[in-house]
């Protein structure tokens, strides 16, 4: 059953200008490539289901197939098959997620189960939109034989299909760590030469640990050049969704919270150039009760699908699917509302100056 609703009124219940509810349950959505349907999971560690964006009709698409049905991602790839990511069966809310959470991929079809590709990964995944390939980060702890449980491994790999169907294919890593940094791939963009990840920094901060830091990156596979696209101290600033062109991405970001009592609570905008440059466009209520998470932008650039949790909610718990119509907020004197890490931090001082 989907996720029961909190006791306070739901964020989208009396919506934001610009914003509408799509589904009042449901995480992670995620968009067909002809923009008509969103994939999306019913509930963690549960079914994926679909929702039709004419009719709002949603169909389950694993309920009746097979034994698995302990999912907490959904991706499309680029040949219309589902990308799931999650566990063979729930055991705890670490060992699932953390360790043994794995790739699958569920033929657009529908008439076999999702077939396991033999590869436990660490959080989500990226997919092409040229081929059928992927880009994601392996652990010690998902796999004991690259090293200690801190170590961290980037891979972009082909999947290839062949008589038994889909099987992981040539496969490059392109970034190691370890000492506290956490890297997840999130995107490619310009013809495949670059990945845009998160590295999350997980030492402690003041003597707490609650992911005092995130940033921007990008990795260059043609020439191997890294960059970084934001970086604000002890502010989460986390990719999740890139824009049909490239030059933008969704962002994650904590930078107008009190560090460290508050996760992210909306969405913005950020410019892959490398100036920071980033602009709101949720709107979730001031008082921190809700937070827009999880996002993904419709191929055509039109809208912004997203997941809404309340602040104390696990992260990637969601309660609830929202759109964001951007073109109407593009025309919106707010999605001029251009600052910078910068810039916001001076805002601060002026205040404090004023007080």
Same mark, same amino acid.
């Given at each position: ?147 200690? =449980?801190?170590? /961290?491994?980037?891979?972009? !790999? ?5 008589? #038994? @169907?889909?099987? $992981? ?115 979730? =209520?001031?008082? /921190?009760?809700?937070?827009? !998470? ?5 191929? #055509? @650039?039109?809208? $912004? ?51």
């Amino acid at each position: 059953m989907p996720n029961e609703r909190a006791n306070v009124p739901h964020v989208l219940d009396d919506p934001p200008p610009f914003h509408e509810m799509l589904l009042d349950y449901g995480e992670r959505p995620y968009w067909s490539a002809d923009g008509s349907r969103i994939a999306f999971i019913e509930q963690n560690y549960g079914d994926v289901c679909e929702i039709d964006l004419a009719t709002r009709q949603v169909r389950n698409l694993t309920r009746d197939l097979g034994d698995h049905h302990s999912f907490l991602r959904v991706l499309i790839l680029s040949n219309g098959d589902y990308l799931l990511i999650g566990p063979a069966e729930f055991k705890d809310r670490d060992v699932s997620r953390h360790v043994e959470s794995e790739l699958w991929v569920l033929g657009k079809n529908l008439r076999r189960p999702p077939k396991p590709l033999g590869r436990r990964i660490a959080e989500g995944a990226g997919v092409s939109t040229l081929e059928p390939k992927i880009t994601y980060a392996v652990t010690g702890r998902n796999d004991p034989n690259i090293g200690t =449980p801190d170590v /961290h491994e980037c891979h972009v !790999t082909e999947i290839v299909y062949g008589d #038994d @169907g889909p099987e $992981l294919g040539q496969d490059t890593v392109f970034y190691r760590t370890r000492g506290g940094m956490a890297p997840e791939p999130q995107d490619f963009r310009h013809d495949d030469t670059e990945v845009i990840f998160a590295e999350y920094s997980q030492g402690r901060v003041m003597g707490v640990t609650p992911d005092p830091n995130c940033v921007v990156k990008g990795y260059r596979l043609d020439n191997g050049e890294f960059t970084t696209y934001i970086t604000e101290s002890l502010v989460h600033n986390e990719p999740e969704g890139i824009f049909p062109d490239g030059e933008y991405i969704c962002l994650e970001s904590a930078c107008d919270t009190d560090f460290p009592y508050y996760p992210p609570r909306d969405l913005w905008k950020l410019k892959l150039d490398g100036s920071q440059q980033r602009v709101r466009m949720t709107s979730m =209520p001031a008082d /921190h009760t809700w937070k827009a !998470t999880n996002s993904n932008v419709s191929p #055509d @650039g039109r809208w $912004l699908a997203f997941m809404v949790g309340l602040r104390a909610d696990e992260a990637g718990f969601g309660r609830g699917l929202g759109l964001l119509d951007l073109e109407a907020w593009g025309r919106s004197p707010q999605s001029q509302e251009w600052e910078t890490p910068t810039s916001r931090a001076q805002a601060r001082l002026d205040v404090m100056g004023r007080g």
